[in-house]
């Protein structure tokens, strides 16, 4: 296989995990990945991405207790019983217990750009969340460089404060994912992706 095929089949290999082996990822491969992550592009190339990081078992339960509260008041706001809701707020703080690295992904809006207008202002936000974002990819795949799984969860983009009344959250970091990251389990199957004919125009 040559050198360019290695690198397609290593994008191509990563996968999300969402179940790991009870085993600490070590600082200095941590580190490594962090390190990595840096090298995303972003918009200026201000590098709004924050990232606060959840190791130890007091802080993830808070997060955990905290989503699972915000989580709760969704679903039976969608009209979902009590005991309806429970398995699927237990499913959810699990995964956050279980993994040994859990990592909240902000942008820090103090980064952003001021504009005079709210067209531009908008739009400077937005350039900040896709920087972001793909802080949070090249972070998954410097994950999977390393061995590690990871998989990239919504819930604090849909209870931020949530985020930070468990946990000292520095003011203007606005949190945008979890990633959860660790040592897997097994290897999830691919999941099907659509033909580059359905998702291109070629013009
Ligand atoms: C913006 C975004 C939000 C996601 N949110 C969740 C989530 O909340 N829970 C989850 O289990 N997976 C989540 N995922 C992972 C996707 O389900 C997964 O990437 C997709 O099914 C493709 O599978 P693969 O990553 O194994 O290729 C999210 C991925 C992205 C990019």
Redesign the pocket.
């Known amino acids: 296989m040559s050198q360019t095929e290695n690198y397609q089949e290593f994008l191509r290999s990563?996968?999300?995990f969402?179940h790991f082996l009870p085993r600490l990822v070590p600082e200095k491969v941590l580190e490594r990945i962090l390190e990595t992550t840096t090298y995303a592009p972003s918009a200026h190339n201000c590098q709004p991405w924050r990232f606060l990081i959840i190791q130890s078992f007091e802080a993830k339960t808070r997060l955990a207790d905290h989503l699972g509260a915000a989580f709760r008041d969704d679903l039976l706001a969608d009209g979902l019983s009590e005991a309806q809701a429970y398995p699927k707020i237990e499913r959810s703080r699990r995964r956050i217990l279980e993994a040994p690295l859990v990592i909240i992904l902000c942008l820090d809006t103090t980064e952003i750009d001021i504009y005079p207008d709210e067209r531009r202002q908008k739009v400077e936000h937005t350039m900040a969340v896709q920087s972001t974002a793909l802080a949070g990819g090249t972070l998954l795949l410097a994950a999977h460089a390393e061995g590690l799984g990871g998989?990239?969860?919504?819930?604090p983009l849909f209870a931020p404060e949530a985020v930070g009344q468990a946990l000292p959250l520095p003011s203007g970091w606005e949190p945008q994912?979890m990633l959860l990251i660790g040592f897997p389990v097994d290897i999830?199957e691919?999941?099907a992706r659509k033909p580059i004919s359905e998702v291109s125009r070629f013009v």
């Open positions: 990563r996968r999300s969402r998989v990239w969860m919504c819930a994912s999830p691919i999941r």
